[in-house]
């Protein structure tokens, strides 16, 4: 009579993470990912912020590309890998006069989807829905860019 065994999949997934073999490729992996998100970052690179790096947690390793530079928030790396639209920056100079720069639009790079061979989603992105008629095509929604500058008005009154 066979026996029979019941052992969830997180059990099993947990067992076989932790297995050297693994491990070994897991770390070779995710190396080669690394230096090649990396290779691509430095061909991209302007200013010199932007890293890239990995993290291996209990079960999962992790490719990292972080952009935390002063005054962008956590969206830099975001706009690295994805692009960006076009869009109005207000500059404050020492003396405390300000200027409006317009950035323009950017291509996505996707230094993390081509390092791991992610394969891009042909489809366009859906935003909120309050506009869920349209699809994001390069340019931000009206509604989003005045939820985005109230938030940064607050977060300046507060430093």
Do not use: C
Not at 38 to 62: I, S
Not at 129 to 146: C, L
């Amino acid at each position: 009579m066979p026996v029979e065994w019941t052992v969830s999949h997180q059990r099993i997934n947990d067992v076989a993470s932790k297995h050297i073999a693994v491990k070994t490729h897991m770390d070779r992996l995710t190396f080669a990912m690394m230096a090649q998100a990396d290779a691509n970052l430095v061909a991209h690179r302007h200013d010199g912020h932007a890293r890239v790096y990995r993290l291996y947690t209990r079960v999962d390793w992790y490719i990292i590309l972080e952009d935390s530079t002063t005054g962008r928030g956590t969206l830099g790396a975001m706009s690295i890998e994805y692009g960006h639209g076009e869009y109005t920056r207000v500059i404050k100079r020492a003396d405390g006069s300000s200027f409006e720069i317009t950035v323009g639009a950017s291509a996505p790079t996707y230094i993390l989807t081509n390092a791991t061979k992610i394969k891009r989603k042909g489809r366009p992105v859906k935003v909120s829905k309050a506009a869920a008629k349209s699809t994001y095509k390069g340019r931000m929604p009206d509604s989003a860019i005045a939820k985005i500058n109230k938030i940064r008005a607050i977060t300046e009154g507060r430093r």
